[in-house]
């Protein structure tokens, strides 16, 4: 063998053992000599699960415009695993300084002033009430007390803090325990903050345990003017809704849909969170961060409003009751009314307009100016608003007895002006119509006709056939509505304490008394008129897509909701007489067939000026379907306090079939007229 390569093998092989000698040696030192102190280092370290809040879904119109996203925020959050108790009050204050001297605002509803002398910050009682009960002192305590008694519940040292700072801490304090701070549930100590304010809370970051920031989303309104109430709005999660949603996942810092579109699709827009683990050694220093749940945005949402027309629609209704305030010779004390427009094939909504209307984004910057606005702005009349429907319901009573057989095309009516059927019930009519058919008799609105078909056919059946045109039920609609009711003797005994007389059922036939619904549900009625008795389940929302709207899931197919047997040609003799009463003239104004005219085909409508409620004080109505031949929306529009409704029909047509509304204004924004001149 090489002498050369021999000496070298063996100078390796040494090597080795020293190298082995050495690690031996040091492993030695770290297990023995050094093994309390990396055993203490390894036990002293804190895990905590982070959420990280799903993006909500974006809400788009009919046509794809985008009115509801998400904008990027930053917030400052609690840990409580990285919390230290004995030194939280101090964590605390620090941090509420830092955000103060940057002009940020943080989450503290505790109603006391900031700065002595102290004064409580709210009025209402039962907030007041609250307060006092959670910090436990006696309903008479003064701002002062409150402060002395928050330093007492959360151990907050009063020689070591001024009274302002034991404020400012307590009232920290006092939001976290409201907010159900725990290991599980972080606390939002400030929302929205600058990014100035995120470098300072980073660089003081070892002064600063538990605390951290975090960059999330926040809901952000693009067009805030059309349709509010269907849109809706987010808001904080209630300590009710925390109470029954804590068990799905949510914590009591999320946000959660309030009403409107945001309410009835939350479990699709909400998303899934995600969870990101965090572990600290006991100098705060982080061992590891990892991701350990995939956080999965939420679904968009299509509704099947088109923004544009939905704001031609509110123009409208705005108008009207403006011509009706300053021009119109009757109905000048309208104050509010509601339209709603369906497609007549399917149910979809098309449009869902409220007067007074209001801002969605004043509505979520300054909700209290939105409920000082007088007429209730934010009360979506279209679904929430109760009416009688007046002679609109004529057409159900007409249908009933058609289909029932107890009238057909040529009956004739006996009006002579008063009905005497009854000794001791004589209700009149509006004018005398002896030998009208049920066609004329429809056109010309008259009571006797449709108290005596009502007298015939009794009010158990009028109830139940008026439920099939949804009356008394749950539309079914994806935001909600009241179900209204229909007269009935049961309701009459339970609301007055009286049993039910013969006149009570006519005053049923022709939609007045007890009989209660939305413009909804009179929208429905015309669209089940409109079908011959086939009424569709209305809906708003159209379909559910990916975050970024490249692929649909799903969509809202239209659903039959009830089906009427057409026997007899009902629905057919009923089409006549609606069409008659849209070509009556020689009314107020003098515009012929109510400036129908030019239109390619017949309009169906019937009109009702029902009681309000007050007395001498009516509403107006109007329901119908356009094109009669081949009707293509339906709709439903009161007029509270109002008069015409009827003339609003042409401009309903003229949004959503021709598109070419056109106000008659003059030059101090007066309306003139109630549609554009032709």
């Known amino acids: 063998m090489n002498v050369t390569l021999l000496i070298r093998r063996i100078v390796l092989i040494l090597l080795v053992f020293v190298c082995l000698f050495l690690c031996t040696v040091r492993l030695i030192t770290m297990q023995i000599v050094e093994g309390d102190e990396y055993l203490a280092q390894t036990e002293i370290s804190y895990t905590a699960s982070q959420e990280i809040i799903a993006t909500r879904g974006q ?43 940057g002009g940020e605002e943080w989450n503290d509803s505790a109603p006391i002033s900031y700065t002595e002398p102290f004064e409580f910050t709210e009025s209402d009682p039962d907030i007041l009430r609250d307060f006092k009960s959670r910090i436990i002192v006696n309903a008479d305590a003064t701002p002062d007390n409150c402060v002395s008694a928050l330093a007492k519940k959360y151990g907050i040292d009063t020689d070591q803090y001024t009274r302002a700072e034991i404020r400012l801490i307590g009232g920290v304090r006092y939001e976290m325990e409201k907010r159900d ?28 345990p538990g605390v951290d920031t975090v960059e999330e989303s926040t809901r952000e309104y693009v067009i805030t003017d059309s349709a509010p109430h269907v849109l809706g709005a987010v808001g904080a999660i209630s300590p009710e809704e925390y109470a029954a949603l804590k068990s799905d996942g949510y914590g009591y810092n999320d946000t959660i849909g309030k009403y409107g579109t945001e309410k009835a699709m939350e479990s699709v827009l909400r998303g899934t969170n995600g969870v990101r683990t965090i572990v600290r050694d006991q100098n705060g220093a982080a061992i ?37 305030n300053n021009t119109a010779d009757r109905g000048n004390d309208c104050d509010a009314g509601a339209v709603v427009v369906l497609d007549a094939k399917t149910g979809a909504v ?4 409220n007067y007074p209307t209001y801002d969605l984004k ?43 057989g107890l009238i057909d095309r040529s009956t004739r009516c006996t009006c002579t002006g008063v009905y005497t059927y ?15 058919d049920v066609v004329n008799c429809l056109k010309w609105s008259c009571n006797i006709f449709f108290y005596d078909l009502g007298r015939r056919l009794g009010i158990g059946e009028l109830d139940s056939f008026a439920a099939k045109f949804g009356y008394g039920t749950d539309l079914g609609l994806e935001i909600g509505g009241l179900s209204g009711q229909m007269s009935s003797p049961e309701l009459y005994e339970k609301l007055r304490g009286e049993p039910w007389d013969n006149g009570n059922t006519l005053q049923a036939a022709i939609g007045q008394l007890d009989t209660m619904v939305t413009p909804l549900h009179l929208a ?20 559910v897509w990916d975050y970024d709207m490249n692929g649909m899931l799903y969509r809202t197919e239209p659903q039959i909701a009830g089906t009427i047997e057409n026997r007899n040609d009902a629905f057919g003799i009923v089409r006549e007489g609606m069409i008659a009463v849209s070509t009556l003239v020689n009314w107020p104004t003098g515009s012929a067939k109510w400036n129908f005219d030019g239109l390619p085909y017949s309009v169906a409508i019937k009109t009702g000026t029902p009681e309000s409620g007050s007395p001498g004080v009516y509403n107006s109505t109007v329901m119908g379907y356009y094109p009669a031949e081949d009707p293509q929306i339906a709709f439903g529009v009161v007029l509270e306090k109002g008069e015409y409704s009827r003339y609003m029909v042409r401009n309903i047509i003229d949004c959503f079939i021709y598109h070419d509304y056109q106000a008659d204004i003059d030059e101090n924004g007066i309306i003139v007229s109630p549609w554009k001149r032709r």
């Open 59 to 101: 809400i788009f119109d009919s046509a794809g415009r985008l009115m509801t996203t998400n904008r990027p925020v930053y917030r400052v959050i609690l840990q409580k695993a990285f919390l230290p108790a004995d030194s939280r009050n101090d964590i605390l204050l620090k941090a509420v300084n830092v955000l103060s001297s």
């Open 288 to 324: 590891s961060d990892a991701i350990t749940k995939e956080v999965t945005a939420g679904s968009s949402v299509r509704i099947t409003i088109d923004t544009e027309e939905q704001r031609t629609l509110q123009e409208i209704l705005a108008n009207h009751i403006n011509w009706l």
């Open 350 to 353: 098309l449009g869902m307009a």
């Open 524 to 543: 429905v009625q015309a669209m089940t008129l409109a079908n011959d008795g086939v009424r569709y389940k209305p809906y708003v929302i159209d379909s």
């Open 422 to 436: 009854y000794s001791d019930y004589h209700p009149k009519c509006t004018g005398y119509h002896l030998g009208y």
């Open 181 to 208: 701070f725990s290991y599980e549930n972080r606390f939002v100590l400030a929302d929205d903050v600058s990014v100035e304010t995120v470098i300072r809370i980073k660089e003081l970051g070892m002064k600063l």
């Open 362 to 404: 004043q509505s979520v910057e300054d909700y209290a100016s939105v409920l000082a606005i007088e007429g209730s702005p934010m009360l979506n009349r279209c679904t929430g608003g109760l009416y009688r429907p007046g002679s609109a319901f004529k057409t159900i009573t007409a249908a009933d007895g058609l289909i029932n």
